[in-house]
Structure formats: C-alpha cells, structure tokens
T-cell receptor, first 112, second 109 residues
Framework: DTAVSQTPKYLVTQMGNDKSIKCEQN?????MYWYKQDSKKFLKIMFS???????INETVPNRFSPKSPDKAHLNLHINSLELGDSAVYFC???????????FGPGTRLTVL | ELKVEQNPLFLSMQEGKNYTIYCNYS?????LYWYRQDPGKSLESLFV?????AVKQEGRLMASLDTKARLSTLHITAAVHDLSATYFC?????????FGTGTSLTVIP
C-alpha cells in the first residue's frame, strides 16, 4: 500500500486555469505538507498543516490554497495558474510536526 | 532571511572512499534535516537532528549537528554506487524552513 499518494502524477494546463492536486496519506500521521521543486531542483516548503494549525510560507502567492477535508487528506488548489508555477509538487506527512517525513511521488505541473 | 549553503554542490567519488558534505546556515535552528533524492524520484527523509552535538547514523551515512557553528555534516563512509543521489539539508528555525541547494553525489565504481 502506498503511504502517501498524489494525483495526478502529471498535469499540463493553460495559463489562467484553476487546478487541484490531491494528496492522501494512510499512515495515520498528524501533519501534512506541500513542497515545490522548481526546474533547477530548488526546494521550498509551501504549507504545513495539522488539525490545529496551518502554517503558510509567506512567499507563497495566495493563489495557492491547501484544503484538508480530513486528517488523511491535504489537497492543493491553485488559481489563475502562471508559467512560473511549473514545477514538481510534493506532498508529505509526518507523525509529529517536525519529525521524519514520508513523501508522495510528486506531481509534475506544466503551465503552457 | 535564513540562508542555507551546502558544499560541495557536486561530488564525484570512488567506491570505498570517505567524504563529507557540509551544510552551513545563517541563524539559530530548532532542527536540521537531511534528505536524499534519486534522479526523477521523490525525496526520502534520512535524519532529523534536534540538538547541539546530535549524531545519527544509518548504514554508511552519519549526520552530525553543531548548533554553535551553525553547521551540519553528512559523512559518507566507504561509498558504494547505491549512494549516488542528490542530498539536501534543510533548516527549521521554528518560523522559517529553508532547504540547501543540494549536493549531487556520484559514486564511481
């Protein structure tokens, strides 16, 4: 069984569209995260979320919003997509905030 | 702004040799992470270091943390080809979280 899963694996879309990436973890972890890795392989944390607190990296545009329907899911919604949003987005989870994290396989987003 | 610098950026080493990757950061930290990423793959958590002097080891990899020097090291012992990957450190100050630029390691038979 996949511990952290993401869908879709690839997402190609036009500028200006709105899209979502889904993430689910079956580990019973309390904290989930979204990370972005750009074409130069630079990594950035975007959000961390547990059932009590959402922490947002202040550099993330407000076009990006995490939505958590329950403890096992943290979806990423992106409005008005821009070319610079093209990247690989990784979802992850950890048992406790700040612990070892399990990463999803990544979603490669291409904005045309 | 927190700065996290890794060196070297690229490392090519022969099997059986030892080497160290360095991670320097610019402010006090709560914890320091090391990750591994194989080409085209996701990330794998290796270590979380919480306190000054912390040392953790897993197989041929050993990570240490010196919070006074604001330095973490990832030491590779007797490298094998399977260790070829990119290694990232990341620093969590409690209200900032930044990754290093990564060290691309190639182990040559």
């Amino acid at each position: 069984d996949t511990a952290v899963s993401q869908t879709p694996k690839y997402l190609v879309t036009q500028m200006g569209n709105d899209k979502s990436i889904k993430c689910e973890q079956n580990l019973g972890h309390d904290t989930m995260y979204w990370y972005k890795q750009d074409s130069k392989k630079f990594l950035k944390i975007m959000f961390s979320y547990n059932n009590k607190e959402l922490i947002i990296n202040e550099t993330v545009p407000n076009r990006f919003s995490p939505k958590s329907p329950d403890k096992a899911h943290l979806n990423l919604h992106i409005n008005s997509l821009e070319l610079g949003d093209s990247a690989v987005y990784f979802c992850a989870s950890s048992l406790l905030s700040g612990g070892l994290t399990n990463f999803g396989p990544g979603t490669r987003l291409t904005v045309l | 702004e927190l700065k996290v610098e890794q060196n070297p950026l690229f490392l090519s080493m022969q099997e059986g040799k030892n080497y160290t990757i360095y991670c320097n950061y610019s402010t006090t930290s709560d914890r320091l992470y090391w990750y591994r990423q194989d080409p085209g793959k996701s990330l794998e958590s290796l270590f979380v270091l919480l306190s000054n002097g912390a040392v953790k080891q897993e197989g041929r990899l050993m990570a240490s943390l010196d919070t006074k020097a604001r330095l973490s090291t990832l030491h590779i012992t007797a490298a094998v080809h399977d260790l070829s990957a990119t290694y990232f450190c990341a620093v969590d100050t409690g209200n900032q979280f930044y990754f290093g630029t990564g060290t691309s390691l190639t182990v040559i038979p």
